[in-house]
Every structure is written in structure tokens, then in C-alpha cells.
């Protein structure tokens, strides 16, 4: 597999997740998210800006994963859209 083709690949679960994670229904006043970030193709961790966006409110939420690839938060309960930046990567 190619350098460019396991970027898409990871590029899609980007989209995947984040449409998942939108859809994630929650039984508490807020909820605990944990993530891990890492290249789809060498498996190494990645340290990624990122942003969620509560739906209803358009609030937005920013944080940086740890240098191992993981990211818990806590946050209200709600839909989000996730936005994902690392250095050197490019949206497809």
C-alpha cells in the first residue's frame, strides 16, 4: 500500500468518526470521549490538534493529544463534529 493511499484511507475514518461520533447518543449530563491518533499506514502515534463542535450550540472545543496519539475529554452531553489537524498530514 502506497504512502497517498493509506492517507485517503486514513482521511476516511476521519469522516467516519466524526459522523459516528455525532450520532453517539449519551446517557449522562456529559460524557467521557477517548481517542488515539495514529498513521493508518506505519502505526505511529500522532500528535493532533483537535476541535469539536457541539451541534446545537456551536460551541467549540479545542484540544492537543498527548505525544502518545491519546486524547480523553469530558464534555457536555450533545452531538459533535470532530476536526483532526497534524503537521505534515493533508485533507484528500
Given at each position: 500500500m502506497g504512502y497517498n493511499e493509506g492517507m485517503w484511507q486514513l482521511v476516511k475514518g476521519w469522516v467516519w468518526f466524526g459522523l459516528l461520533l455525532g450520532a453517539l447518543p449519551s446517557a449522562g449530563a456529559q460524557q467521557w470521549l477517548e481517542m488515539r491518533f495514529h498513521d493508518s499506514?506505519?502505526?505511529?502515534?500522532?500528535?493532533?490538534?483537535?476541535?469539536?463542535?457541539?451541534?446545537?450550540?456551536?460551541?467549540?472545543?479545542?484540544?492537543?493529544?498527548?505525544?502518545?496519539?491519546?486524547?480523553?475529554?469530558?464534555?457536555?452531553?450533545?452531538?459533535?463534529?470532530?476536526?483532526?489537524?497534524?503537521?505534515?498530514?493533508?485533507?484528500v
Open positions: 499506514v506505519s502505526g505511529r502515534a500522532l500528535s493532533v490538534e483537535v476541535s469539536l463542535t457541539e451541534q446545537a450550540t456551536q460551541q467549540v472545543y479545542s484540544f492537543r493529544s498527548q505525544v502518545d496519539g491519546r486524547l480523553t475529554v469530558w464534555l457536555p452531553h450533545g452531538e459533535y463534529t470532530l476536526y483532526a489537524r497534524c503537521e505534515g498530514y493533508q485533507p
